[in-house]
């Protein structure tokens, strides 16, 4: 298992659009994608998940990630955060 905290920058948080994105990076891979936000923990796999979350602007999260390509995965959904989400 690995974990990693990250901010979101995204003026708008983890709306529809972001969460999109941030869950096919997550769906690309076989290990599971979690995240930790307060005393949350949701599916990164899961838009309902993601937006339930409520995450905003400057928020922190823990990705954590656990299986077989958990390192790829890892660094995909911290490369895929810092680059905005699409925005």
Known sequence: MVRKEVTIYNPTGLHL????????????????????YDDTIANAKSV???????IKKGDRITLVCDGDDEEEALKAMIDEVESGLGE
């Not at 309902?48 to 409520?54: D, E, I, K, T």
């Open 48 to 54: 309902l998940s993601v937006l339930g979350a409520c």
């Open 17 to 36: 659009r972001p969460a999109g994105i941030f869950c096919n990076t997550a769906n690309q891979f076989d290990c599971k994608v979690l995240f930790e």
